[in-house]
């Protein structure tokens, strides 16, 4: 009886024996190589592939949109983001545009044709007075420069009572100097109405300075009328206290008076 070689047996498959192990790898396919022992492999791409090499990182971007004042668009919408409206100023009387009660700089024009109506102002005072000819035209150069000044104060308080803003100081102050001027040019008149008193001289010189304002500040008449009615409550605050400080020293005068004849 012959015996079976090893090479005559039929070899066993693993799909002939239920308790062979499953082969994880894919049957003719050649299976991924492996890293050597000891060597760290990556399949992955490098850090800096993808880096731009003209990137600019000395800027930042957020700031320079802050500074240009660039809109930033929308994260969804995609569209830009509206500037916040302007709070609009509000006055003691009032919400206007805000808009400045002066708004040109130019301060030369106005400036020499008001010391020019100054000129015309004082000499027509020395040649209607009835006293000494030049205190007349030295007061009623005095009388521009101190109304000018509290024109410039009326001024800061119609802006605070309108919500507005003032504007060029210096185009403010040229155009206040000649609103003055044509009221001084006017009240230096001798209208021959009533002989006791300046009083159509006043109310005319008044007018003049109205008319001054709307024209020279392009302001609406109501506007006028504010800086026109704070003007003459400054002004009469000024007079008042020159009164309170007369009254002051001929008391104290005459308390001295008094107590060295005694």
Not at 213 to 228: I, Q, Y
Request: negative net charge; proline residues 8%.
């Amino acid at each position: 009886m012959s015996q079976d070689t090893p090479n005559d047996r039929p070899q066993e498959t693993p799909a002939d024996d239920q308790n062979a192990p499953i082969p994880l790898e894919p049957r003719g396919e050649e299976p991924p190589r492996r890293p050597a022992p000891g060597k760290a492999h990556i399949d992955a791409p490098g850090l800096t592939d993808d880096f731009d090499e003209d990137a600019d990182f000395e800027s930042d971007p957020e700031v320079e949109r802050i500074v240009k004042g660039i809109p930033v668009e929308g994260k969804k919408t995609g569209e830009a983001r509206k500037p916040a409206p302007e709070r609009a100023r509000v006055g003691l009387l009032g919400v206007e545009s805000g808009e400045p009660l002066c708004a040109s700089e130019a301060w030369r024009t106005p400036a020499i044709i008001g010391g020019l109506v100054t000129l015309t102002a004082a000499v027509l005072a020395g040649v209607y007075a009835d006293h000494t000819l030049w205190a007349f035209v030295l007061i009623t150069i005095y009388r521009a420069a101190l109304h000018t000044g509290t024109g410039i104060g009326a001024l800061i308080l119609t802006a605070m009572l309108l919500g507005r803003k003032v504007g060029s100081f210096e185009g403010a102050a040229a155009r206040m100097f000649l609103c003055v001027s044509l009221f001084l040019v006017v009240y230096s008149l001798d209208i021959p109405i009533m002989k006791t008193s300046k009083l159509e001289e006043s109310v005319l010189g008044a007018a003049a300075y109205f008319g001054g304002l709307v024209v020279a500040f392009r302001l609406p008449p109501r506007d006028a009328a504010v800086v026109g009615g704070s003007h003459f409550g400054v002004a009469m605050l000024l007079w008042l206290g020159g009164l309170l400080s007369s009254a002051i020293q001929a008391g104290a005068l005459a308390g001295a008076g008094s107590g060295g004849g005694g």
